[in-house]
């Protein structure tokens, strides 16, 4: 079950919290890629066993998931500060 956290920073500081938490999905992107490359190479090889690959595709599957929702919150995030920077911009225009 995934929840929110709600945290505060300074506004100039959002984009590298985001960076941060790119890094996440990063881990897991990053694991995917090395694993579908060992699994494909198994599989060309005639070395793999069914039984694992079908459990590493599940595991890379969730962790597909886990980094898509990490980039997900950043998009959201960045989105936010994007508006908040014309709302600022705007403000001072008027």
Same mark, same amino acid.
């Given at each position: 079950?995934?929840?929110?956290?709600?945290?505060?920073?300074?506004? @100039?500081?959002?984009?590298?919290?985001?960076?941060?938490?790119?890094?996440?999905?990063?881990? *897991?992107? *990053?694991?995917?890629?090395? @694993?579908?490359? $060992?699994?494909? &190479?198994?599989?060309?090889?005639?070395? &793999? &066993?069914?039984?694992?690959?079908? @459990?590493?595709? $599940?595991?890379?599957?969730?962790?597909?998931?886990?980094? *898509?929702?990490?980039?997900? *919150?950043?998009?959201?995030?960045?989105?936010?500060?994007?508006?908040?920077?014309?709302?600022?911009?705007?403000?001072?225009?008027?």
């Amino acid at each position: 079950m995934r929840v929110k956290i709600a945290y505060t920073v300074e506004l @100039e500081e959002v984009e590298k919290e985001v960076s941060e938490i790119m890094t996440r999905a990063l881990g *897991d992107l *990053d694991f995917c890629y090395q @694993e579908t490359i $060992n699994l494909q &190479n198994s599989i060309d090889t005639g070395t &793999n &066993n069914l039984e694992e690959s079908i @459990e590493t595709i $599940n595991i890379m599957r969730n962790k597909l998931m886990r980094a *898509d929702q990490v980039l997900e *919150d950043c998009y959201l995030i960045l989105q936010g500060l994007d508006q908040t920077k014309k709302q600022i911009e705007e403000n001072e225009n008027v």
